[in-house]
């Protein structure tokens, strides 16, 4: 089956972005700067303060994991597709002085690479997979919070400013539970997203979801995310998902060894595509800043009215 090609890039958008700061790369990267660097940040505060409903703990990580880590969940089998690598050159200086002997870059800017040193590491697919690997082989005696930003990284067969990114940035919020408080979680999670959402005048359909397998048909773990939903995404405009809310039922206790009375945890968490939320924001409400609404408040007033602590 032929691939679908990628949309067009409408010019007048792309103008109107980069004069908001947005100065994007082939490489599906984008620098922010001025109006959107600043919308961008508030985004995040506004996410940290929905977490703040659930007090949840923030935790800082580094821009990769240990590919062994990532393994215990499959996952480069599961997504080698997207996923990208943290590689350097060997170190011993014959193979150094090689590649200095080299053109270094070719003509089509491609590094001319010599050795590589073993790759061990994966860059960050997505900001969750640290708040696992970081607590493992721990139990716990209650429901535990935690919330998360990072850069993310994924390879995509097409790139669109701010809509699609091989490098992007996400917050999440996880919890880590028995089933019951991963449920109760995730239901005011949603109730909570959809105060939020009404409260920016962001107009969004909650859509079942399958994570991107590879070849999925023939994955079971694709299998039995279609038999039991436990993926939904909140879309702009028809396709684009901005933030979703995702239910792993044991899968990460089991892997990680995370334990709850003498169970595996159960876990769940939901995600932000900051980029994405530039926009749609400024899709649906203009690129005057002036005309951008509130988010710090309108997060602050949903976490006012679902109680702002832990149940």
């Known amino acids: 089956m032929t691939a679908a090609p990628a949309p067009a890039v409408d010019p007048v958008r792309s103008a109107e972005l980069a004069q908001l ?67 350097r050159l060997a170190p011993e200086e014959p193979n150094l002085d090689a590649f200095l002997d080299g053109p270094v870059l070719d003509e089509g800017g491609t590094i001319a690479v010599t050795e590589l040193a073993p790759v061990s590491q994966v860059l960050t697919p997505a900001a969750c997979y640290h708040v696992f690997s970081d607590h493992l082989g721990e139990s716990f005696d209650g429901p535990r919070y935690l919330t998360t930003r990072n850069t993310c990284f994924r390879h995509e067969r097409y790139y669109v400013p701010l809509r699609r990114l091989s490098s992007f940035t996400m917050r999440e919020v996880v ?41 999925p048909r023939a994955n079971p773990r694709y299998i039995m995310q279609r038999v039991e939903p436990v993926k939904h995404e909140a879309t702009y405009g028809g396709d684009l998902a901005i933030a ?20 595996p945890t159960h876990s769940g968490c939901v995600a932000f595509g900051i980029e994405r939320w530039l926009f749609a924001i400024t899709d649906r409400h203009g690129t005057d800043p002036a005309g951008w609404p509130r988010l710090e408040d309108a997060a602050t007033k949903v976490r006012s009215s679902l109680g702002g602590g832990r149940t």
């Open 21 to 87: 700061g947005l100065s994007w790369q082939p490489s599906g990267q984008a620098a922010l700067r001025g109006p959107l660097l600043r919308l961008a940040e508030e985004c995040d505060r506004a996410f940290v303060t929905l977490a703040g409903i659930w007090q949840a703990d923030e935790e800082r990580h580094p821009a990769s994991l240990p590919a062994e880590r990532l393994q215990r969940v499959d996952y480069l089998r599961s997504f080698p597709h997207q996923a990208t690598f943290a590689a």
């Open 175 to 215: 919890c880590l539970g028995t089933s019951a408080e991963i449920v109760d979680f995730l239901q005011r999670a949603r109730a909570a997203l959809d105060a939020f959402f009404e409260l920016v005048d962001l107009p969004l359909e909650w859509l079942t979801a399958t994570d991107p397998f590879f070849r």
């Open 244 to 263: 979703s809310i995702n239910r792993h039922h044991d899968h990460f206790g089991v892997n990680f060894e995370l334990t709850r009375g003498g169970e």
